[in-house]
């Protein structure tokens, strides 16, 4: 994936604050960040492109495209007499390959799990305040009874033990969602095993459209939502309503077909109100 002139200085004009027309900004790339969810397009006829997360944009760039400075990038691409060397101070390949230094992704329990990686058996049971990186994980096994459960937020997924209590009638394996630059090395990995997958994220619009868009659409039917049982009390009683305000629908609810999705989203817009999953961690 390369990054070229024309879109680099869209991205830069996003990050100063501007909003751009959608059809200026075309590219498989600009593709792969609205998915991410780093972008977002608004409107239906005179569609325009708005940066979401600048700090998830700035990840992206370093992790996908080795480009540590962008309108250094830009300056350098725009001076034909650029040399190499100073691309290289620029981005961590003068060659501009596609390889990551990581692939993989993080995961975590607060139960030893036994797995195999490359046929090898494994224990994942990580001391508090670490976790275990699976960067091969083409050759990563666990237990079909185990449930795989992805953990939105970074705090939730550091303090998992403080939230044993949610999860009492499952195995579960935890996998962050951060760094943002893993999700289809684990979307990969969640579509040729036969566990499902459990979502644990915010309980707002756009943490239920991070879901949708995200992990629902790649999973199908192996994949479900995370609701609480007390979740309607809680919305109300500790629910942000500015959270609700400022947040837009990214996604169809007519295709919700989880019972439980559907009733939380009834319950967020009956209460106005967004609660964020940190609110879990006792």
Do not use: C
């Not at 995961?107 to 490359?118: E, R």
């Amino acid at each position: 994936m390369k990054l070229s002139l024309k879109i680099a200085k869209a991205l830069q004009q996003l990050i100063e604050g501007e909003i751009l027309p959608a059809s200026s900004a075309k590219s498989k790339l600009i593709d792969r960040l609205v998915s991410e969810n780093i972008l977002y397009r608004k409107g239906k006829h005179r569609r325009t492109l708005h940066l979401q997360d600048e700090k998830g944009l700035e990840l992206f760039l370093v992790n996908q495209l080795q480009i540590n400075d962008l309108s250094r990038f830009i300056e350098a691409r725009e001076n034909e007499k650029s040399t190499r060397s100073e691309f290289v101070k620029l981005t961590t390949d003068s060659k501009g390959s596609k390889e990551r230094a990581f692939k993989g992704f993080l995961v975590n329990s607060y139960f030893p799990i036994k797995a195999k990686l490359n046929g090898q058996e494994i224990i994942i049971d990580p001391p508090k305040g670490s976790f275990v990186f699976i960067s091969d994980y083409e050759h990563f096994e666990i237990p079909e009874t185990i449930t795989v459960v992805g953990v939105e937020n970074s705090r939730n997924f550091r303090q998992i033990h403080q939230q044993e209590y949610l999860f009492e009638n499952i195995l579960p394996l935890f996998i962050s969602r951060y760094p943002q630059n893993q999700h289809l090395d684990f979307i990969r990995w969640m579509q040729k095993i036969p566990n499902s997958y459990l979502h644990f994220g915010d309980f707002d619009l756009a943490g239920i459209g991070i879901y949708l868009n995200e992990y629902k659409k790649h999973l199908g039917g192996k994949a479900t939502f995370f609701v609480p049982d007390q979740i309607q009390e809680q919305l109300k009683t500790y629910g942000n309503r500015q959270r609700y305000d400022r947040q837009k629908l990214n996604f169809a609810p007519e295709k919700i077909v989880e019972d439980k999705l559907k009733g939380l989203l009834q319950v967020i817009h009956t209460e106005r109100k967004g609660l964020d999953q940190e609110f879990f961690i006792k």
